[in-house]
């Protein structure tokens, strides 16, 4: 097992790469649908096995609702312990299931762009101030800007729908941010079928998450996110929710 960091170099094309963000966005459906944010989304924290399933560690910089209940778009709970490059422009603001979206656009396009060039730095370390003028962006989102006139040549690699996701998950406005329901009925993961290598694994995650269980976070994280999934109101969220990505999925 490896970070995803370390995995990058390993991927094996747009698949492989779509399967294991698919993985990432259930994971973050199901912390979020318990009440909890993560708050530090990147690639050094998503885990990948052999079998090319995931596991989301570290929840040092995590918030969890004291009643356990599904967290709504406009949460927010202050944090000051996050990492710069993968952080929303109202990140200092505190932490909601949005900033864990963003974050999420930023580790996306690492995915995109690893398996579409050869490009030597990661996202990570310059998605804020060299891939984008966080300023500019803001701005010219304001007067209707299109985000690929924001991205470097090498940006036209990607394809309609991952710009689109992209543009979704990069929205200065977390209002706007593209959601987990966003995510699920999007044309990006369209393809997503059980001719896809990790479809297995997909077959078995669904199962996982329809039993309550929580399969995509290490044992000790596990251990603590299911005593909190013992809230009747949360777990029945999670059924209700599974059961619709479940119908993603097939």
Same mark, same amino acid.
């Given at each position: 097992?490896?970070?995803? !960091?370390?995995?990058?170099?390993?991927?094996?094309?747009?698949?492989?790469?779509?399967? $294991?963000?698919?993985?990432?966005?259930? &994971?973050?459906?199901?912390?979020?649908?318990?009440?909890?944010?993560?708050?530090?989304?990147?690639?050094?924290?998503?885990?990948?096995?052999?079998? /090319?399933?995931? =596991?989301?560690?570290?929840?040092?910089?995590?918030?969890?609702?004291?009643?356990?209940?599904? $967290?709504?778009?406009?949460?927010?709970?202050?944090?000051?312990?996050?990492?710069?490059?993968?952080?929303? @422009?109202?990140?200092?603001?505190?932490?909601? @299931?949005?900033?864990?979206?963003?974050?999420? /656009?930023?580790?996306?396009?690492?995915?995109?762009?690893?398996?579409?060039?050869?490009?030597? =730095?990661?996202? /990570?370390? +310059?998605?804020?101030?060299?891939?984008?003028?966080?300023?500019?962006?803001?701005?010219?989102?304001? +007067?209707?800007? +299109?985000?690929?006139?924001?991205?470097?040549?090498?940006?036209?690699?990607?394809?309609?729908?991952?710009?689109?996701?992209?543009? /979704?998950? $990069?929205?200065?406005?977390?209002?706007?941010?593209?959601?987990?329901?966003?995510? $699920?009925?999007?044309?990006?993961?369209?393809?997503?079928?059980?001719?896809?290598?990790?479809?297995?694994?997909?077959?078995?995650?669904?199962?996982?998450?329809? =039993?309550?269980?929580?399969?995509?976070?290490?044992? !000790?994280? &596990?251990?603590?996110?299911?005593?909190? &999934?013992?809230?009747?109101? &949360?777990?029945? =969220?999670?059924?209700?929710?599974?059961?619709?990505?479940?119908?993603?999925?097939?």
């Amino acid at each position: 097992m490896c970070d995803l !960091r370390d995995f990058l170099p390993r991927l094996e094309g747009k698949g492989e790469a779509r399967a $294991l963000l698919a993985q990432i966005v259930l &994971a973050l459906a199901t912390i979020h649908a318990i009440g909890m944010t993560h708050g530090d989304i990147k690639p050094e924290n998503v885990m990948v096995d052999r079998s /090319g399933n995931i =596991k989301l560690m570290d929840f040092g910089s995590s918030y969890v609702r004291p009643t356990a209940a599904p $967290l709504e778009r406009s949460t927010v709970h202050p944090s000051v312990v996050f990492t710069l490059a993968y952080a929303a @422009p109202e990140r200092y603001a505190g932490t909601s @299931p949005a900033t864990d979206y963003w974050s999420l /656009g930023c580790l996306f396009y690492e995915l995109a762009m690893r398996t579409e060039s050869e490009r030597p =730095k990661a996202l /990570g370390d +310059n998605v804020l101030f060299e891939l984008i003028d966080l300023r500019r962006w803001v701005e010219g989102y304001r +007067n209707g800007d +299109n985000l690929r006139s924001h991205l470097p040549q090498d940006g036209e690699v990607l394809d309609s729908d991952s710009l689109s996701l992209l543009s /979704g998950l $990069l929205c200065p406005n977390p209002g706007c941010r593209f959601t987990i329901d966003d995510m $699920l009925n999007h044309a990006y993961f369209a393809n997503i079928n059980r001719r896809d290598r990790t479809m297995s694994e997909f077959q078995r995650l669904r199962q996982d998450l329809y =039993k309550g269980d929580v399969n995509s976070f290490s044992d !000790r994280q &596990a251990k603590y996110l299911d005593t909190a &999934a013992q809230n009747v109101v &949360a777990r029945q =969220k999670i059924l209700i929710q599974t059961d619709r990505y479940n119908l993603w999925l097939r």
